[in-house]
C-alpha cells in the first residue's frame, strides 16, 4: 500500500495547464457582460464577468485560474505575433530587393 497520499494527495502539477474554454453558454451574454435593467450592463453570473467557461464543467473558472489561461494565451500571441513580424520582415526584405533591382534596371 502506498504511504502518504491520503485523501487530499490531490496532485498539484508545477506546470499550468492549459484549459479548453468556450464561450459562456448564457445567451445574453456579450464577452462578460448582460444587458441590465435600465439599459446598464452587469457581469454574467454564469461566466463571472470573464466571457468564457470551463470545457468541461462550463462553469466559470475562479479568478486565479483565468489568470493563469490569460497568461497561457498572452504567450501563445506574443509567439504567434513574433512569427508574425518575422514573416512580415521577410516579405519586407523582398519587396525591397525587388523594388532595388527595379530601380538598378530602369
Ligand atoms: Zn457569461
Redesign the pocket.
Known amino acids: 500500500m502506498i504511504q502518504g497520499e491520503g485523501n487530499r494527495g490531490r496532485k498539484e502539477s508545477h506546470g499550468i495547464e492549459k484549459r479548453e474554454l468556450v464561450k ?1 453558454p ?1 445567451q445574453d ?1 456579450d464577452k ?1 457582460l448582460v444587458e441590465a435593467m435600465f439599459g446598464s450592463r452587469a457581469e ?1 453570473h ?2 463571472d464577468g470573464f ?1 468564457f467557461v470551463d470545457k468541461e464543467t462550463g462553469e466559470a473558472l475562479p479568478e486565479r485560474e483565468i489568470i493563469r489561461q490569460l497568461v497561457i494565451r498572452l504567450a501563445h500571441q506574443r509567439m504567434e505575433a513574433k512569427k508574425k513580424i518575422c514573416e512580415l520582415q521577410r516579405s519586407n526584405q523582398y519587396l525591397q530587393q525587388r523594388l532595388m533591382d527595379w530601380e538598378r534596371g530602369r
Do not use: K, W
Open positions: 459562456c448564457y451574454c462578460g454574467c454564469q461566466c466571457g
